[in-house]
């Protein structure tokens, strides 16, 4: 099992430089937890609310956006305790009530309502929550002032009745489902996509670093060494081969089993996941050897690595979501594994889907590693002989 | 000058007089961390506790033979029509420049590198870069250190023992023995990084033995090594070469290709320019050893009585000794000894002065062996 013992031989090294674990694994963990914090949808968005106590028209408004499902009120005492939260993200957005604002509306007069957050997508979603509460209360408004004016009721008597009324009224209600038809799992953990895409950046970044492992071996004559005892050119490459896939495995293991332990991260359907990782681990094994028996020495594949590790998981959506690329942006992003395997992540954690689902993309990744296992096998050989 | 009598023709000779199998050496010779003091005692006490063969099975013929081997880099002749063959317990040393095409040999003559013309024999057998099984009897030991920096002198060790073929088990018990023939037992566990440049060469040559192999492949072991662990080297040769095994030695140290080799071939712009034992090359200078006897008695006797033998050119009295002109002065040594004793001459001191492979190399090439 000559294969085995080149394959080991790697992996001890790999292990005997005390930096790589931080590489291996504190780092991804690391970022999936900055990840996790700066743009995970955690599971109520967090307003902040000052003035509430403005009067009855804004105590319902308040209490109407709090019984919404997906926000989570904070009341504030002062705007600059308010404005603090939000700089530092202890909210996602804050709501200040004007002083007047009950006795303006009663006056059938307009108002103002402050609303600040930062550019997230989290303060986007509330936004448009505060809206449809402030349209409502428009309406309700709207109706009771009607009332007011042609039954000559007082304005306390005719909001009554308007809610009253608002309370059995007919709505259009928006319902939210997949492309596919398909109900949104609305319960994805915060940590949940940034594990996934991570898993992807470090499976193929570490791959690809790993190239200097292979790099080196044929620098100091040791593949030249390995070659003239009984031992096949085959079994080299194989033994090479099968060592950096180990690594890739190990990596995506350290990364699946880490985040699930520390971050109750959701993996989806076992089968799934697991087909989805290997077949990509696959590829970042072809690419590591393909680039392993292109370069001469390490600092010249060093950078290689690098760029092509971060471009590639930029460019397939590893660094920010497929669903917000442009479409031409989006199918140019297909010509990376990242992306095929981010798409099949999305079916396994957002859609419930399973093994059977993400068929098509593990076929395209399986693709991938045949042709950059057969490249790198070709290019190794070639680089062994000369 | 060299003062003499100190060494034996050749090294083969001397050790196949004092040579004793390994089986009859009892254990407690044993000084596993003797290297440096006496490789010689530490290798056979080792090989002791080993069962079968000390170097594979026997072979009737050479155990390399290379037949008319070429090679060319491009517009480089590297190997132009290289011939040798070298027996079982035979050191053979292949002594010139650099650039002379010593190692593009060597990568042939172990099935690295696919030769343009000619062909390799191994142990009987034809060797090409694809005869994996054959590379068993070989120990290749290359030029540039081949270890890994980052792992341990054993790691390291294990590694190329299951590659040569070993068991888990018999490559444990091998790279303990290796460890303590090279002497370094108790720096096992450090990455060889940490280790000076001589004992990174001992692991080097080490890995090479893992086997027991018929035939060892050293290039150029000593360049960049301190004196006292290319001794430690040269002295592990010479032992393994008493042991059966034999050695394809390249070198451009003339000191070391004389001290070692049983037969030298002088090489130079990929060409063998000749081919023999230390004295069939110096006598192919067509010069002759000056031997100066020393000592008390009847010189005039002795000097008449050495002039009779057939390779003694001239003898005569000069400065209370006999000097003598002779084709061989290692040859004819012995009985030039003898017969002057014989005539009633008391030795008290012998000197020498012949031209060496330095003077070979000169005479063959037109040109300095170092620049
Ligand atoms: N892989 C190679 N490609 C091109 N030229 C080479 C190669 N290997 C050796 N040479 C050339 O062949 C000649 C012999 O080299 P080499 O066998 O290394 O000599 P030595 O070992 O005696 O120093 C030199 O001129 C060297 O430059
Ligand atoms: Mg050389």
Redesign the interface.
Known sequence: M?VV??AT?DL??LL??RANIFFLFVLPMLLILLLGAAFGASEKARIGVLGANEGRLARQFVAALGARPSTELHRYTSADALQQAVARGRVDAGLEFPAGYDARLQQGRGVTIGYFARPNSVAQQLRATVQSVAAEQSRTLAAAQVIQRDLKASFASALARAQAAAATTPRVLVQLSAPDGSAYRTTAGRFDSGASTQVLLFVFLNSLSGAAFLIETRR???A?????????TGTLVAGQLLGRLAVALLQALIIVLGSLLFFGVNWGEPLGTAAVLVSFCLVGTGAAVLLGSLFASEQQAGPVALLLGLGLAALGGSMAPLEVFPNTARTIAHVTPHAWANEAFSKLLKHGGDLVTVLPQVGVLLAFAAVAVTAAVWRLRHSL?V | MVALPLRPATTAQASSENYVPCAWRSPDEADMSAWEVSPMAALRTVDAGVKGAPVGPLVHGPVLECRELHKRFGDVEAVHGVSLQIAAGETYGLLGPNGAGKTTTISMA???LEADRGEVIVAGRPLT??S?????A?G?V?Q????????SAR?NLR??A????LSAAAANARVEEVLAVIGLAERARE?TKNFSGGMQRRLNIG?GLLHRPQLLILDEPTVGVDPQSRNAILESVEALSAEGMAVLYTTHYMEEAERLCDRIGIVDLGELKAEGTRAELVALVGEHDRVTLEGTGDLEAAARACKSLSSVRAASVQDGGVQLIVDSARSVLPELLRTATDAGLAVSAVEVDEPDLETVFLHLTGKALRD
Not at chain 1, 224 to 232: A, M, V
Not at chain 2, 144 to 151: F, G, H, K, T, V
């Open positions: 000559k013992t080149i031989t001890r090294r005997h430089w100091l004559g040791i030249r060494r390995i070659l003239s005892t009984p031992t096949s002989t | 172990c099935g690295l870069t694809r994996v099984a054959a590379k068993a070989i290749y290359p540039e250190l081949a270890i890994y920096p980052d792992l790691e590694f190329f299951r590659l040569y073929g990455p890995i």
